[in-house]
């Protein structure tokens, strides 16, 4: 009653960071983050492409000794500071506090993807219509080239003319797509109105902070279940079906031998489970001190893992069905990604009875899928900057006002991205502002920080004081070894085998664009490095003293105030640094 009593007080002074009302509430917003659009437009792809089933290998080996471990670090670190994933730095190595900027920078240019739900909104307005406007070629933007659902025959165009309905819909209709980065063009102002209501349901998210992103949660991370349960039976019941389901898993085994396919599940594994995203770490540090963050760990990893399994049933169910109504092989059908989701989806569901009915499911899923992860996205952002100004923006009325000004000035921003241009600056952003090489780097230093640094059996310990269980040692080898060794080689290999982004093959981006976007990536590398060498040199002393003092923690958590306050002492939470 003290510990609670001096905690209130100090909240007062500062300003109530806030602690999630239960435990539900923070299981159902960790798994509405991790539960995402990678689960369902990525991971059945990767899957069919590098060996059907054979593929579960690489990834469930790397889920084991990369995913898991991960998302413990970044969960118990979280819980452990409770500070975001700036400040966190200053409790633990402050050398490192780099990272959390590098992390800051790619949270911004993850803002980007609210244009996925921007678009999912468009098509689920349209969805209610009477006629679905990519189900036919009679609409005022269709071509000479439209081929509507008819199945491809040589009495119809040529293969090298022939564009589907879906596909003229998608880039006609919604995107207006324009000859290039170049020409950006007029805003599409129903896009606009999209933008803007994704935005107003974001603030609305997380204006109260957890106190508004934990009640949101209850219906966006549950609801899509009910839609995917809905979709996998009806998916399951379609004629070619179990065709498309044997493509999903056949096993190719000699893909185990190639090693872009263990790149492409160690990518999936960071991409799915929000590793080295920093949000793992802010939404634990909202939980108390005592939370089992241990059993929680497998339980949210085995959650988002099945998900991505059963969504592959799902999309290759319905695409089974589209190849066999069109007389063409699965190759001919399956697409990852936005063109999944807003083309060869679609497609599908317009050659079922009740397609509105489909349709509406499908967008509704994808909306919540994609909403769930962005809140969560800015609120993380917010909370860290909130943290490194605590007296400025902690009192509820400017915390709310700072949201404000957070969601209003990048739903400004955003208007670039719903230009006739915007699809390829939003592709330019995904593929370099959110690229993997980003992710490998800054896990290397985090490991390096943690596991080596600040010491990786004082991980373990802490881990055992705050859940009182005791960790298995094989996290301290993947800490110290294994994921390192890992990631730096899927860094290196990033940059051996780096390509030049191009979109459908044939559009080249100006060499300005390329900069850029290196421009993008370097951002959030180089804050390591930099902010290191600024310490260093900002320190007194001589080299191994700068460093010394550098690599050891300036602030005690909050619990380690509240302890020695009291008179207690802890001999595992003293600041000294251990290897």
Known sequence: MNRERRKRERDGRDGDRGQWANKTEYILVVAGNVVGLGNVWRFPYLCYKNGGGAFLVPYGLLAVVCGIPLFLLESSVGQYTQEGFITCWRKLCPLAQGIGYGLMMMKLYDFSYILVQVWALFYLVFS???????????????????????????????????????????????????????????????????????????????????????????????????????????????????????YYLYPDLNQLTNLEVWIEAGSQIFFSYSLTAGTLNVLSSHNEYNNNCYKDCFWLCLLNSGTSFVAGFVVFSVLGFMAQKQGVSIDNVVESGPGLAFITYPQATAMMPLPQFWTVCFFLMLILLGADTHFVTVDSAITSVTDLFPRLLRTQVRHEIFVLFVCSSFFLVHLTLVTQGGIYIFLLIDYYGCTRACQDFLAVCQCLALGWTFGANRILNIIEDMTGQTPCIFFKLCWKYIIPLLTLISFISYLVDYKHL?????????????????????????????????????????????????????????????????????????????A
């Open 128 to 246: 209610f219509r009477s006629q679905l406007p990519w189900a036919s070629c009679d609409n005022t933007w269709n071509t000479a080239h439209c081929l509507g659902l008819k199945p491809f025959n040589s009495s119809n165009l040529t293969a090298t003319q022939a564009t589907s309905a879906a596909t003229e819909f998608w880039e006609r209709r919604a995107l207006a797509m324009s000859g290039g980065i170049e020409e950006l063009g007029s805003v599409r102002w129903e896009l606009a109105l999209c933008l803007l209501a994704c935005w107003v349901f974001c603030y609305f998210s997380i204006w109260k902070g957890v106190r508004s992103s934990g009640k949101v949660a209850y219906f966006t991370a549950t609801f899509p279940y009910v839609m995917l349960l809905i979709l996998l039976i009806r998916g399951l019941s379609l004629p070619g079906a179990w065709q498309g389901i044997y």
């Open 502 to 578: 191009r979109v459908n093959d044939w559009y080249v981006y100006p060499d300005w664009a390329y900069a850029l976007g290196w421009t993008m990536t370097l951002s959030s590398v180089l804050m390591v490095p930099l902010w290191a060498a600024g310490q260093m040199g900002l320190t007194p002393g001589t080299f191994r003293q700068r460093l010394s003092i550098l690599c050891r923690p300036v602030e005690a958590p909050a619990w380690q105030k509240e302890n020695r306050e009291e008179g207690e002492t802890v001999e595992l939470r003293t600041p000294a640094v251990t």
